[in-house]
C-alpha cells in the first residue's frame, strides 16, 4: 500500500432535509426512510472525525431535495474553490448557498458560468484531474472547468463516465495516492492506464463510490467482499449504512467536501 501524500483536515456536509425523500433518482428503489438517513449522516460525520476531519455541518435545505449530496456544487483544491454548475436543473440552488459557506474559508473562489458540471463527475489524483463527461456534465462545462484549471497550474485529463453510470465517482475512488478502486466497466475503458487499479469484486459495483480521507477508507456497509479486499491489503476501512441515500443514487463521496 502507497504512502499517502495528501492529507485532509477539513470536510463539509450538509444535513439532509426531510425534502430528501423526493431526491433525484434514476430507478424506483422505494421511499428513503428520513429518520435513518440521519442517522447514517450522523454517522458519516463521526466516521470523518475519527479520519482527523473538523466537519462544519452547513443546514438543510428543504427547498433542495439533495442538497446533502454537497460534493456536487464545488471542487475545492489546495488555496482555491471552483463552484460547479450542476447538470440537474433542479440542483442549480445548491451553489450560490455552498459558495457563500466556502467564502468564509477560500480566498480565491472560481466560477464555471457556462455549460454544466457536477464534481462528482471529478476525481483529482496526486498529478492531474480527471473529469467524465456525462448526462451531468457537457464539454462545455468540462472546458469552462479547463480553462480555470490551466490558469492556476493544474493538468486535466477529460474521460468518459460510462453510459447509464450517473457520475464518474460513482464508480471509482481514490484509495492512496497511486491506488485508485474501480468497477469493471470503467477500468476497462483504460482511463486509468498508469495507475495502480484495483477492481471491485463483481456484484458488488456499488461499492466503487468510497473515500479516502486521510489514513481510512468509508465505504457503504452491505460489500463484504470488498471490505474484506481492502482490510486484507492493509488499508483502515470504515463501513457506513448508507441504504438511504442509495435509493437517490448518493453514496460516500457526494455526502461530504474534503480540502
Ligand atoms: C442526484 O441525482 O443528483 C442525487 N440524487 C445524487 C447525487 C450523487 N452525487 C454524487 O454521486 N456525487
Given at each position: 500500500?502507497?504512502?499517502?501524500?495528501?492529507?485532509?483536515?477539513?470536510?463539509?456536509?450538509?444535513?439532509?432535509?426531510?425534502?430528501?425523500?423526493?431526491g433525484l433518482r434514476a430507478e424506483d428503489q422505494g421511499v428513503p426512510d428520513y429518520q435513518l438517513m440521519m442517522r447514517h449522516h450522523v454517522d458519516y460525520r463521526a466516521a470523518l472525525r475519527d479520519?482527523?476531519?473538523?466537519?462544519?455541518?452547513?443546514?438543510?435545505?428543504?427547498?433542495?431535495?439533495?442538497?446533502?449530496?454537497?460534493?456536487?456544487?464545488?471542487?475545492?483544491?489546495?488555496?482555491?474553490?471552483?463552484?460547479?454548475?450542476?447538470?440537474?436543473?433542479?440542483?442549480?440552488?445548491?451553489?450560490?448557498?455552498?459558495?457563500?459557506?466556502?467564502?468564509?474559508?477560500?480566498?480565491?473562489?472560481?466560477?464555471?458560468?457556462?455549460?454544466?458540471?457536477?464534481?462528482?463527475?471529478?476525481?483529482?489524483?496526486?498529478?492531474?484531474?480527471?473529469?467524465?463527461?456525462?448526462?451531468?456534465?457537457?464539454?462545455?462545462?468540462?472546458?469552462?472547468?479547463?480553462?480555470?484549471?490551466?490558469?492556476?497550474?493544474?493538468?486535466?485529463?477529460?474521460?468518459?463516465?460510462?453510459?447509464?453510470?450517473?457520475?464518474?465517482?460513482?464508480?471509482?475512488?481514490?484509495?492512496?495516492?497511486?491506488?485508485?478502486?474501480?468497477?469493471?466497466?470503467?477500468?476497462?475503458?483504460?482511463?486509468?492506464?498508469?495507475?495502480?487499479?484495483?477492481?471491485?469484486?463483481?456484484?458488488?459495483?456499488?461499492?466503487?463510490?468510497?473515500?479516502?480521507?486521510?489514513?481510512?477508507?468509508?465505504?457503504?456497509?452491505?460489500?463484504?467482499?470488498?471490505?474484506?479486499?481492502?482490510?486484507?491489503?492493509?488499508?483502515?476501512?470504515?463501513?457506513?449504512?448508507?441504504?438511504?441515500?442509495?435509493?437517490?443514487?448518493?453514496?460516500?463521496?457526494?455526502?461530504?467536501?474534503?480540502?
Amino acid at each position: 500500500m502507497a504512502s499517502h501524500a495528501v492529507q485532509f483536515a477539513t470536510a463539509i456536509t450538509r444535513f439532509p432535509a426531510p425534502s430528501a425523500v423526493n431526491g433525484l433518482r434514476a430507478e424506483d428503489q422505494g421511499v428513503p426512510d428520513y429518520q435513518l438517513m440521519m442517522r447514517h449522516h450522523v454517522d458519516y460525520r463521526a466516521a470523518l472525525r475519527d479520519a482527523g476531519a473538523v466537519v462544519i455541518e452547513l443546514p438543510m435545505l428543504d427547498d433542495y431535495p439533495d442538497a446533502q449530496f454537497v460534493e456536487d456544487t464545488a471542487l475545492c483544491l489546495p488555496g482555491l474553490a471552483i463552484m460547479m454548475r450542476p447538470g440537474a436543473e433542479s440542483r442549480r440552488g445548491e451553489v450560490a448557498p455552498m459558495r457563500q459557506a466556502l467564502s468564509l474559508i477560500f480566498d480565491d473562489i472560481e466560477d464555471i458560468t457556462t455549460g454544466f458540471i457536477e464534481a462528482g463527475d471529478i476525481l483529482v489524483t496526486e498529478r492531474e484531474v480527471l473529469v467524465g463527461r456525462s448526462a451531468r456534465t457537457d464539454q462545455d462545462g468540462v472546458d469552462a472547468l479547463q480553462a480555470i484549471l490551466n490558469r492556476h497550474g493544474y493538468s486535466m485529463r477529460v474521460v468518459d463516465t460510462p453510459p447509464d453510470v450517473l457520475h464518474f465517482k460513482t464508480d471509482c475512488g481514490l484509495i492512496d495516492d497511486t491506488t485508485i478502486i474501480a468497477t469493471r466497466r470503467l477500468a476497462r475503458s483504460g482511463c486509468f492506464d498508469g495507475y495502480d487499479v484495483k477492481l471491485i469484486p463483481d456484484g458488488e459495483e456499488p461499492a466503487a463510490n468510497m473515500i479516502r480521507y486521510n489514513d481510512t477508507i468509508l465505504m457503504a456497509d452491505g460489500f463484504p467482499r470488498t471490505e474484506a479486499m481492502l482490510k486484507a491489503e492493509g488499508y483502515t476501512v470504515t463501513a457506513i449504512g448508507n441504504s438511504e441515500c442509495a435509493k437517490i443514487d448518493g453514496g460516500m463521496s457526494c455526502l461530504s467536501l474534503r480540502f
